[in-house]
DNA sequence: CGGATAATGTTATGATCCATAACAAACTAA
DNA sequence: TTAGTTTGTTATGGATCATAACATTATCCG
């Protein structure tokens, strides 16, 4: 059997993690959404807010539920986030008068120029990615990206 | 002004989030964390337990400080991990001779164990992705995502 | 040496994000 | 109408992230 170093090991020894995919990701992930936080100058807070006001600002009207398809989280999740929208004054919560189970979801004025003012904040954002990975590079990374995220659906038992 | 449809849309428009980094990068994290879970077979639970076990198993002795270094998380985060991993007697705290202050981190005999099973399970997570990506593809995308992480540091006021 | 300073592990606390289960109200379909 | 489904919500819990504070111990330096 092969004994490893005893002693504290004075270089660093990442066990390859930084070969493999998943480590990686998320640690780009962390820079990455660190960057978009640190770029924000407005209300918008966080990518996921970021990601509500603009799906809801492409999509008046949209509802709750079909809200959380298109970004992929579950419904119970998306309460708090408009309650938090909706007290600063950037969304609305209309009730559907053709389904008066649901809410159809607005866009404040408020909310418009926020959500104006994050897209520049972000285009600053982005443009900053690729400066680092050329734009190439980015456009290389988005479809490996989306390529891995066929690995969510197709997971069944065979 | 233009006045989008105000309709509840039947095509879903994800408002460009698709052409930006960071969303995509989450997307697929997601995915990417998923099906590495889903591909434990043994104690390992989560891709923070399978870090921790795999740096302190090639680093015997090392100290918790040092292993959140490598990691790039808070000490006082890494201490219920600890605790939990200690728990199932995968890992020890052995207090260190040379500075009573910090720990000297070993996996224990079951411990061993445990991270071999885990890195096989890896590797056929890992495969699963290359099968997507291929492995130039996969490639690529380690280097990409590794500049990514380059935007941490450089965040400075300038 | 001794006193200031720094590092280590820990506790406490809070925010974000994800997941499940349960529920009332409202819709849909047989 | 009855049965089943969808919508928004509440409650709850887990995993990760962050900060601040603290006792213990090391180290630095005059």
């Not at 005893?6 to 990455?32: F, I, K, M, S, W």
């Not at 998306?78 to 559907?96: G, N, Q, T």
Request: aromatic fraction near 4%; include cysteine; hydrophobic fraction near 45%.
């Amino acid at each position: 059997m092969s004994r490893a170093p005893l002693r504290e090991p004075d270089t660093a020894d990442l066990a390859d993690l930084d070969q493999q995919v998943g480590y990686v990701l998320r640690r780009a992930q962390l820079a990455v959404f660190a960057d978009f936080i640190a770029g924000q100058t407005g209300v918008v807070a966080t990518p996921g807010q970021f990601a509500v006001l603009a799906v809801v600002g492409r999509n008046p009207g949209l509802s709750q539920s079909r809200l959380c398809e298109l970004l992929g989280i579950k419904r119970a999740n998306l309460v708090a986030v408009i309650d938090h929208l909706e007290s600063l004054d950037l969304v609305r919560r209309d009730p559907s008068v053709t389904d008066r189970r649901s809410n159809r979801l607005q866009l404040t004025a408020a909310g418009d120029r926020a959500l104006k003012r994050a897209i520049e904040d972000e285009a600053r954002h982005e443009a900053r990615v690729t400066r680092l990975l050329g734009a190439g590079g980015r456009a290389a990374l988005l479809k490996q990206l989306a390529k891995l995220c066929e690995l969510d659906s197709s997971r069944s038992f065979p």
